[in-house]
């Protein structure tokens, strides 16, 4: 999740060198940002040639589980001979869907004049970006949806759309489709939620609320990548999953990696040195997310349908419901 500085002045102050933009319609008010970098980076490397030989053998494809007549799986070689083909998206319709509406939604905002580098705040405003007083003084609550999908440049929705592929073909077969885009989505309001509440931009005086004197905007698909990477982290931790434990323990530690170094890079931009300004608060309320929705999932591989269907929709349930009242939270205190 990218973050610019807002900055609101009845005078309109001066913005940095980068520039000072306003939203529509807001006279007076200079928005001041900085530069900024891509702020995650994508999780571990492919698994090698000796991985990709083995797997669940059966006529669903690879990587599904196929109990013996014991009622246990089987570890077994893929057959050398030919295999059914078929286009990648496939499987995984919600990974290649949410990179579809990234993409969509950045296409738009280049034909409709923004910069495909460094688009302003006002720009990122018009297209759902997150920003306290427009949210809580302008009940604009959507943004918590739309900022989900709107990106700060080219390079910022390169490098989350690689983390997202990364992470989304990994967690599809484990989740199912739904269980994909409901993690995004939730996960996702989670992290611009704890941005909102962390950061509001606006301030008590005189008895009144009142526009502090910085905001922030905030947009990106980070926070629902982090929580994506929550969610992995737990299942991949499953004693259901018809997979040898050093491989489920290499790719577990891989996302954790990915979640370590991306944490890291954060809290340097917070206290180093650094013109890029990241969003932390979205990444971690992201993450927390995907953990709280990943603790009553179990792995599609590996478990009865009505099993996984049942703890699926009791956590995305229970998930939409906790943030809910979360977010009633953070609206009552400030009505």
Known sequence: MMERNLSWSAAGANARQEG?????????????????????????????EGTRQWGWQDGRGPGAPQPNFEGQGQWMPRPS??????????????????????????????????????????ELLRWGAN??????VGHEWWRLFTAMFVHVGIIHIATNMWCLWNLGLLAEPLMGPFGVVAAYVLTGFAGNLLSLAVHPGLAYQGGQIVPADSAIVGAGASGAIFGLAGVLILLLKSKRLPLPQIEAKRLRWS??????????????????????????MAHLGGFLGGLALGVPLVPRI????????????LA???????????????????K
């Open 20 to 48: 000072s933009f306003g939203p529509a319609g807001d006279a007076g008010r200079s928005m001041h940002f900085s530069q900024y970098e891509p702020e995650i980076l994508p999780p571990g490397r492919e698994p090698d």
């Open 316 to 334: 995305v349930g229970g998930m939409a419901f906790l943030l809910a009242l979360l977010t009633y939270g953070v609206y009552s205190f400030w």
């Open 81 to 122: 001979g030919p295999q059914r083909k078929g286009h990648a998206w496939a499987f995984a319709p919600a990974t290649y869907t949410l990179l579809g509406i990234n993409c969509l939604v950045f296409l738009g905002m280049l034909l409709t004049g923004t910069s495909i580098i460094s688009p302003t705040t006002s």
């Open 255 to 280: 996302v954790i990696q990915f979640a370590i170094l991306n944490f890291g890079i954060g809290l340097y931009t917070a206290f180093g040195k650094s013109p890029v300004q990241i969003d932390n």
């Open 302 to 313: 590996g478990s009865p349908r009505a099993l996984f269907a049942r703890r699926r929709m």
């Open 131 to 136: 920003c306290g007083p427009y949210v809580l």
